[in-house]
């Protein structure tokens, strides 16, 4: 069974232009949730996405949104980049019910701000 | 004030050793208690979940949730080099929904 796959892996943008990141859940799984983490910290919540619906936010700014697609896939975009939006960018998914605590997550895009 | 502090590390430790690693949390609708490990360059995955308090055993792995002092903990036991990394507590107060991460303990073990 594939994994939740992110790309790209790296991206590399400057002060003010936009990024879109994206994702691709396990089979099944029909949730979405990005998560920031900075250099040293640990995983800050961006963005729950289900059956194509945003559920939550995290404590972002409104230039951090994203989207959910009809096959569950999931893109994130950041406008007007600042350098502190330098971090590593992990999407998880799970699957609904009992075991929706479950987040599988892919590999990440490191996002890097000059 | 964050909801959850993870003892910030870094732990060295010789092959063997017993391993503890702590989490403290001010949100007591917390309910769901994960571990999660991340590798260097990887995302985090999960190793052990505990719903509410008591013990789970898996293997070297013991996770320990104590609500009444909003402290976690995971053991791991005879630790191997291949133990070596970032460990994550994470915590939801419902079953969907985001989780709330510790800032991670580095943990590394010498041969």
């Known amino acids: 069974e594939a994994g939740v796959t992110q790309s790209p892996t790296h991206l590399i943008k400057t002060r003010g232009q936009q990024a879109t990141l994206r994702c691709s859940p396990i089979?099944?799984?029909?949730?979405v949730y990005w998560y920031q983490q900075a250099l040293g910290l640990g995983l800050q919540f961006l963005l729950w996405y289900d059956e194509g619906e945003e559920r939550n936010r995290g404590n972002f700014p409104p230039r951090f949104s994203g989207r959910q697609f009809p096959n569950y896939s999931s893109e994130l975009n950041v406008n007007a980049l600042e350098l502190e939006d330098s971090a590593l960018y992990l999407c998880?998914?799970?699957?609904?019910?009992?075991?929706?605590?479950?987040?599988?997550f892919g590999p990440g895009t490191r996002l890097t701000v000059t | 004030q964050k909801e959850v502090e993870q003892d910030p590390g870094p732990l060295s430790v010789p092959e063997g050793a017993i391993v503890s690693l702590n989490c403290t949390y001010s949100?007591?609708?917390?309910?769901?208690f994960m571990w999660y490990r991340q590798y260097s360059r990887k995302g985090p995955e999960l190793l052990m979940y505990?719903?509410?308090?008591g013990n789970k055993e898996d293997g070297r792995f013991t996770a320990q949730v104590d609500k009444s002092s909003k402290y976690i903990s995971l053991f791991i036991r005879d630790s191997q080099p291949s133990d070596s990394a970032t460990y994550l507590c994470a915590m939801k107060d419902t079953n969907a929904g985001k989780s709330t991460f510790g800032d991670g303990t580095t943990l590394t073990v010498k041969p």
């Open positions: 089979s099944g799984h029909t949730s």
């Open positions: 949100n007591s609708a917390f309910q769901y």
């Open positions: 505990t719903y509410s308090s």
């Open positions: 998880a998914s799970s699957v609904p019910g009992l075991t929706h605590y479950e987040q599988y």
